[in-house]
């Protein structure tokens, strides 16, 4: 199955795309609110084809706030360590995320990701 993951707490692909990249806007995306919601819809869809990924994503379900090791990373390092068998292509990614740093962090995982996928082939 192909389908494209958006995971960001307030926004909707429309409100981050329309302006900055209007061929993104209407496309469908499954959108998670949360770390524990991209899981979910992981395991139910399987492998996302492409991600829009946010970095802080307000309150999760743990009572802390979203930082660098508690969201989206987590979730990156779930999918990247527990779910990826190597037989799926790392999806294609965007950030959307306001957070320079943890943008950069999230950058640099992922393209670890791809290097190291492209070792195993």
């Not at 981050?16 to 209007?22: F, G, I, N």
């Not at 706030?65 to 779910?83: S, Y």
Request: charged share 20%.
């Amino acid at each position: 199955m192909t389908w494209q993951l958006f995971i960001d707490d307030l926004r909707n692909p429309a409100d981050v795309y329309s302006a900055a990249v209007p061929e993104l806007a209407p496309q469908t995306w499954t959108v998670a609110r949360s770390s524990e919601e991209a899981v979910k819809l992981v395991q139910k869809l399987g492998m996302p084809t492409r991600m829009s990924l946010d970095h802080d994503l307000g309150i999760c379900s743990n009572g802390k706030g979203g930082t660098t090791t508690d969201i989206v990373p987590t979730f990156l390092r779930w999918l990247a360590n527990e779910f990826w068998d190597g037989s799926a292509m790392v999806p294609s990614y965007i950030i959307h995320s306001a957070n320079p740093v943890g943008a950069k962090n999230m950058d640099s995982f992922m393209l670890s990701w791809y290097r190291s996928s492209e070792m195993q082939a």
